[in-house]
C-alpha cells in the first residue's frame, strides 16, 4: 500500500514529540499559539507542502503532512517556536507513511495520551483540520484520513468503557486534590486561569468537591465572569492575586502564558498550600519549592497516578484496538482504489473521446442522425465498461499492478 501514499514524489509524515521522552520544559519549547499554527501553514503552504495538520497541547506538539523529507516539517516547527533541532532530535519521533497513519489513530482515539483515554486530543484534531482546510491545506487523502480518526474515536467513546472515570487533565487534578485535602469542602480554593483547562478544572471543582467558596482570578476578568456567572462563584481582580494566594489552602494554575506567573514572591503565609500547575509551559516558577509550607504537583506528576480506574481502562484496550483495526482496513481500501483511479479515469476519457468521434461520424453520413439518442447510450455503455473495470481492479484475487499495466497498454492511455 505504501506507494500510493506518495503525492507527486511526496510521503506522509507524522513528526513531534510527546510527554513520553519531552519533559514539560522541552514540550514548552515547541508549544505553537494560535497565531503560530496559522503561521506554520502559511509558510508550509508557500514552500510546497500540499497538505498539514498542526495540534500542539500540553501533551504533545505534532505536524502531519506530506514532505519530500521530514525535515521540511521539523524545519517549519523549529522556526515557529522556541525549540532548537538539536533539542527536537533528542525527544523526537518520525513515522512515515502507514506508520504514520497508525500513530494518528491511537493519537486521535486517546491511546497514546498522557491519561489513557483521554478524548480532548481528538477535538484539537478537529481544530486543526478545520484551520487546514480553510487554508486550502487538505487534500482529500487528508480529509478522509481524519474523518475516519474521528469516527473511530467517537465508536471507543461510544461502545468502550476506556474512558470511564478520570477522562481529563483537570479531573485528574481533582481527583489528586480529593485524595490528599480532608475536609476539601470547607477549604479556600483559588482557580488562575480561565482557559479550557481551567474551564474544566472549574467544572470538575464544583461538580466533586463540594465547596462553595472557590475564587477565579484571570488576567481578563470578564472571562472569569463568564464562567463564574455559569457557576455561582466569586470573582477576583488579577491585583489582588497575593492576598488571594494568602487566603487559599489550594491554587490550580491554568494561564496558558509563556513564562511562570506564580512565584516565591508572591506567597506569603505560612499554612499549608496545594499548587497544581496544569500549564504548558509551566506557569509556576520552581523557586516556591523553597517554601515548606508549599508542595507543588505538575500535571506531569497526575499522569504518574496509578489507581484502579487506569487498571479497568487498561482491559478495555483491546476492544478499542479491535475497532481502530476495522476503520482503518474501511480506510485501507479506499486508499486501494486510489491507486487505480487515474487508470479509470483515463480509460473513460479514451472511450469518451472515441464516442465523440463516431457520433460525428455518423451525424456526418445520415441526415436523420438521432444524435442525442446516441450520446445517452453510449454514454451509458462507456459507464458500464468502466464500472466492470473497476470491480475487476478491487477483487483481492486481482494483482491490480498488472491488470493496471495491461488496461494502459491495450488503450493506449496516459493517466489524466
Known amino acids: 500500500m505504501e506507494p500510493h501514499l506518495r503525492a507527486n514524489g511526496k510521503h506522509f509524515y507524522a513528526i513531534g514529540l510527546s510527554y513520553k521522552k519531552a519533559d514539560a520544559e522541552v514540550r514548552g519549547h515547541f508549544s505553537i499559539n494560535e497565531e503560530a499554527k496559522l503561521n506554520i501553514l502559511s509558510q508550509a503552504k508557500h514552500e510546497g507542502v500540499s497538505s498539514l495538520v498542526v495540534i500542539s497541547t500540553c501533551n504533545r506538539t505534532e ?43 491511537k493519537v486521535g482515539t486517546g491511546l497514546d495520551s498522557q491519561i489513557l483515554g483521554d478524548f480532548e486530543i481528538i477535538s484539537q484534531i478537529k481544530t486543526g483540520f478545520k484551520q487546514s482546510k480553510k487554508k486550502d491545506m487538505m487534500n482529500p487523502f487528508m480529509e478522509r484520513l481524519v474523518n475516519a480518526v474521528i469516527q473511530a474515536s467517537k465508536r471507543i467513546k461510544n461502545e468502550t468503557e476506556i474512558s470511564s472515570g478520570a ?74 492575586i497575593q492576598s488571594e494566594i494568602k487566603e487559599s489552602d489550594v491554587l490550580i494554575v491554568a494561564t496558558g502564558a509563556q513564562k511562570p506567573t506564580i512565584s516565591k514572591q508572591l506567597i506569603h503565609s505560612d499554612k499549608p498550600l496545594l499548587i497544581l500547575d496544569l500549564s504548558i509551559p509551566r506557569n509556576v516558577a520552581l523557586d516556591v519549592k523553597e517554601l515548606p509550607n508549599v508542595t507543588l504537583v505538575h500535571l506531569d506528576d497526575l499522569s504518574k497516578m496509578t489507581d484502579r480506574t487506569l487498571k479497568r481502562r487498561r482491559e478495555h484496550i483491546p476492544q478499542a484496538e479491535a475497532i481502530i483495526d476495522e476503520i482503518k482496513a474501511e480506510f485501507d481500501a479506499w486508499l486501494e482504489t486510489r491507486k487505480f483511479a487515474p487508470t479509470i479515469k483515463a480509460l473513460k476519457h479514451k472511450l469518451t473521446t472515441l464516442k465523440d468521434a463516431e457520433i460525428n461520424l455518423q451525424r456526418k453520413k445520415y441526415s436523420d442522425f438521432d444524435e442525442e439518442h446516441a450520446d445517452i447510450i453510449s454514454s451509458r455503455i462507456i459507464q458500464k465498461i468502466t464500472n466492470h473495470f473497476a470491480s475487476h481492479l478491487r477483487e483481492e484475487s486481482t494483482s491490480a499492478d498488472v491488470s493496471i499495466e495491461l488496461i494502459q497498454k491495450v488503450f493506449q492511455l496516459q493517466n489524466k
Open 167 to 240: 477522562t481529563s487533565v483537570s479531573f485528574a487534578a481533582v481527583q489528586y486534590i480529593l485524595a490528599r485535602v480532608p475536609y476539601v469542602s470547607d477549604k479556600n480554593l483559588l482557580l488562575f486561569g480561565t482557559g479550557k483547562i481551567g474551564r474544566n478544572t472549574c467544572e470538575n471543582l464544583i461538580k466533586h468537591t463540594k465547596n462553595d467558596h472557590i475564587v477565579l482570578i484571570n488576567r481578563t476578568k470578564n472571562k472569569a465572569e463568564k464562567i463564574a456567572g455559569k457557576f455561582n462563584l466569586v470573582v477576583k481582580d488579577y491585583a489582588n
Open 63 to 105: 505536524l502531519y503532512g506530506f514532505a519530500e523529507h521530514p525535515f521540511q516539517l521539523i524545519k517549519l516547527l523549529c522556526e515557529h517556536t522556541h525549540g532548537t533541532v538539536e533539542e527536537f532530535e533528542k525527544v523526537a519521533y518520525v513515522h512515515k507513511n502507514n506508520a504514520a497513519i497508525s500513530h494518528l489513530f
